[in-house]
Structure formats: C-alpha cells, structure tokens
C-alpha cells in the first residue's frame, strides 16, 4: 500500500509539473486551455494540447494568454519582443531583455518559436520559391499483345520534360507508336514538338511552338508545322486552366508519293484542364486552316483523365485523339480516331 501510495504521489507530482509547465491561454469566456503555443497567425493561435492534439483558436476570442519559454512576438506598430510572456489583464507581458512590453492581445501581430521562421519570413521564402523555373519529367507506356490464332502487337511510348515558373512554360515532347497485325504494319507514327509560351499577371501573353511528325501509314513522310501568336489565360486557378491561342502558321509536308505541299495560315488553339480530387481532365482543340487553300485545313483533338494509382508518381491516362485534314493525300481517311490507355510515371 505504501509503494502504491508513493507512485501514485509520484505520478500527481509529474501531472502538476506538467501543467505547471504548460503554456495557458486564457479565452474570454473564462475556459483555460493549457498546452504549448506554437504559433500565432493571421488572427489564429496553434496550440498543441494533451487532448485534441494540434488545435487553432481564434485569436478574438482569446482574452490573454502566458509562456514558460521565450518566444517571438510581433506587434501591431511592426517591432518584435522576445522573451517570455505573461497575462497582464487583458492583455499580456513580454518580459524582454531590454525591459517589459506590455500590449493588449488584439495588438498581437504574430507569435513564433526560437529558430523558427517569422510570418513575413515565410511569406517571402513562398514568394521567392514560386518564382523559380522547376523541371518536370513524364515517361508513358502502353504495350498490349496477343499470339494464337492471329497476333497483334500495339506499342506507344512518350516522354515529356516541362520547365514552368510563374510566368512562363517550356514543354519538349516525343511520341513514337507502332503497330502490327498479323504481320502487316497498321501504324507508325513519330512525334516530336517544343512549345513555348509567356504570360503577363493580366492573362495576356504569347507563344511560339512547332513540331515535326512521320506518319508511315498515311503517306507522311515529314510534317513540319510551326506557329507564334497571342494568348489569353482565360481562366488560372488552382484546379483549373483555360488558355486561348490566336497567331499564324506555316506547314510543310512532304508524302512518300513525292507530293508536297507548303503554305502559311492560321493557328487556332484551345487549351483546358480542370483538377478533381483524385483526377486530371485535359483538353486540347488545334485549326490550322491554310492561306494557300482555305478549305485546306487541318483540326487536332485530344481529351484525356489521369488518374493516380498505388503511389503518387504512378498515373493512368485514359483518352482519344482525333486527327483530321480536310484534303488528304489519296487513299488516306480524312479523320484518325485513336483511343489509348497509358501508364505514366512523373518524376521532378
């Protein structure tokens, strides 16, 4: 009985240490909440509590509130006092080594740990950081095939390296598809392209992008498109995109017949994304009619979901593509519908 008696005194003595120890803010409805304040924000305080863990108060609610250790705090004139505080009414004490500071709570701008960073701090390291260009990587696959009584063999790979910052995107991009069926070559396709575009805080902006493309298939020995123009982001939020691209182009294709044909034109672009939780949807509508023959034109169609799988940096990327050229060389169908089902890997 004597040693239970002498823990459990024990165990009261640690209780009220801990207490004794623990930072206090008093609300102004008379609750005392006892914990360690970690910060205070943008008109909230952060106390970590025995109980519920990490919890924010408001800070109008807060009548006063006291430390056992120095803090950081920033007052409404901009100065700071460090060292630590105590309740003063309604209001508080900071006893700092130049001698006390007494201020309201309300005149409380920020409160914040030794050898963490200030609220303004913060603010600009996160302004700093966004205006830094950083790479992004894409590698996507998508392999099927069948051996038996007939065989098939479907193969597209892609890679995609993005620079962006806050104000501008370079994207550089590589396709490559082929496809057998029993024996006969029914696609063989390569792709490679640069876009470059740069926008002002307004939403106007520019651009310039060109490709080269071989196409076995249709006949297309070499297409090179290129084009500059205007844009407008049309809308720029967190979980969705809309650019708009107006500007001239000028084709070049050359078929395994030995045609060609060259001309400059128009560049029409339409560029959407929009983010779900746990979803990307992508759009992309080209026209490119030509100077030369107006009704020679050429629309391209993509619209694709990503959806995360097993780990963050793993994707799966549903979507079709639709190609269409008004005046194709002979025996070639005016529109291509391909639908594609990609793993892709994203790494930075």
Known sequence: MKITRTLTAAVLAMAVATAALADRIELSDGSIINGKLLSAEAGKLKVETAFAGTIDISQSAVKTFSTDEVVNVGLAGGSTAVGKVS?????????????????????????WRPGDDSPATKKVKAEAAALVRKWAYEASAAITG?????????????????????????????????AEDNGVKTAERQFGGVD??????SGNGWYVRTSLEKDEIKGLDLRSLSAFGFSRKVLKKDYQDLELRLGASYLYETYLAGSDFESPGLDVTILHSYKFTYAKLNNMLTYTPTFEDFANYRINHESSLELPIVAARWRVKLGLNNQYQSKPPGGVDRLDTTYFTSLILNWE
């Open 196 to 201: 470059y575009s740069a926008f002002q805080p």
């Open 146 to 178: 069948r051996t038996g009584p007939s065989e098939k063999l479907n193969a597209a790979v892609g890679f995609k390296a993005t620079l962006a910052g806050p104000s501008d995107k370079l994207i550089f991009a590589l396709a490559a598809e082929q």
């Open 87 to 111: 309740g003063s009414g309604d209001g508080i004490r900071v006893a700092a080594s130049t001698g006390d500071v007494r201020t309201a709570t309300t005149g409380v701008e920020a409160v």
